[in-house]
């Protein structure tokens, strides 16, 4: 019953914008850590942000700092991924991430249990 469907990816110019969505079911996202990881081609998954439950503190990775921003919606049981200023670098998979232990933040992505399907994020001309 646990779920993640995420959505929002496609292709954007450099300086481009996207927003991403996860939506959860089958558990409630305000108990949980959640993060977004990305994948590109021939390169390991990466963490992008990961935000704690309960006080929700919120890290970036320093390529994204200042770019992206990570909100969740408890009344939706949504996290977003908002991407501003996309540069070719950014392209890749996105994948949301959930974990019940808040201090899964710290680790990487062998740590979380829930995980959406992906979604393309390509940043081209």
């Known amino acids: 019953q646990v779920q993640l469907v995420e959505s929002g990816g496609g292709l954007v110019q450099p300086g481009g914008s996207l927003r991403l969505s996860c939506t959860a079911s089958g558990f409630s996202l305000a108990d949980y850590a959640i993060a977004w990881f990305r994948q590109a081609p021939g390169k390991d998954r990466e963490g992008v942000s990961s935000?704690?439950?309960?006080?929700?503190?919120?890290y970036y990775t320093g390529s994204v700092k200042g770019r992206f921003t990570f909100s969740r919606d408890n009344a939706k049981n949504t996290m977003f991924l908002q991407m501003n200023s996309l540069k070719p670098e950014d392209t890749a998979v996105y994948y949301c991430?959930?974990?019940?232990?808040?201090?899964?933040?710290?680790?990487?992505?062998?740590?979380?249990?829930?995980w959406g399907q992906g979604t393309q994020v390509t940043v081209s001309s």
């Open positions: 935000m704690k439950s309960g006080d929700g503190s919120t």
């Open positions: 991430a959930a974990d019940p232990n808040s201090d899964t933040t710290a680790y990487g992505p062998w740590a979380w249990d829930y």
